[in-house]
């Protein structure tokens, strides 16, 4: 691997603050500049530099699909290419790749609109960069609505995206994230992220789970804003997700006291009211077909 290639990588590991959306099109640049080098003539030099970075890409931020689909699909594009034109078919399927995560974007934001009450509050947590093109839209349509943001803790990405929704002079709140449970029956919709959807559920920023048990219980909906690039291949074994650093909780914390420190929870579908895709709102019981049609690529079924 190149020392350029290298090096972005390394910086796209050590973001902790952007979204699936905002690495993943760092990560297709990264590998649209492969195609653009003078050794990815070689096809068979291209195809091995792919599966290297690509790789790495994904154990970058193992829990975030859109890089497994990234890889995959450029994977597929190297296999389909005739004799001379894997580069130039590689470089195109990077770049409509990430025109894709903002297309997909806007559409979600519109089909969240319908949803976001006029003079109500919106519950959130984590910063996700879905979430708030869907708040942003519905501000410039003229809905006046509340944010209500919680922090995120140890990386405390909820008050970036407090931050972001304040600047553009939406009304922002941010809470501890023990009060979020309880003030879900102050919001009228819960909208979250995500990094991947499987059969298995929702993984998105820990707390998830627990504001969907609140939102059952208190019949406030929630939804996630989920494009299909989030939706995790199925075949494919993700790696287990890596512990954050103890001293991000408690860098004093007695020897005889163990510190686990996780960035991630997993929602079982059935306690969302739906899932925001590309193509509008979706039951849960909706997506399986979508997942099911998914082809990963021989290459991703071992890492």
Sequence with gaps: MDRFTAQAIAAIAEDSLSGAVEIAEKSAEVLARLARSEAAADDTWLRAAVL??????????????????????????????????????????????????????????????????????????????TVRAALRHAQRAG????????????????????????????????????????????????????????????????????LALAAQSTRVPMYTLCSSEKFLPPGYEQPAQPHGPADQVWPDAPPEVSVLNLYFDLTPLAALAGIITEQGILPTAGIEAWL????????????
């Design 52 to 129: 290297e970075a690509g790789w790495s890409l994904i154990r970058a931020h193992p829990t975030m699909a859109p890089l497994v689909n990234l890889v995959n699909q450029m994977l597929w594009t190297l296999g389909d290419a005739g004799p001379g034109g894997a580069r130039q078919a590689f470089e195109g399927a990077a770049n409509e790749f990430k025109r894709r995560l903002r297309v997909h974007e806007a559409a979600i934001a519109e089909s969240a609109l319908r949803l976001i009450p006029e003079d109500g509050t919106v519950l959130t947590n984590g910063r996700s960069t």
């Design 143 to 210: 809905r006046r609505f509340r944010v209500i943001c919680a922090e995120g803790r140890p990386r405390c990405e909820g008050r970036a995206l407090a931050a972001e929704l304040g600047a553009a002079g939406l009304p922002a709140t941010v809470i501890i994230d023990a009060l979020a449970v309880a003030m879900v029956q102050q919001a009228q919709l819960v909208l979250v992220g995500a990094d991947h959807l499987s059969g298995r559920g929702l993984s998105n920023k820990a707390g998830t789970y627990g």
């Design 292 to 303: 099911a049609a998914i082809k990963l690529h021989p290459d991703l079924c071992q890492p």
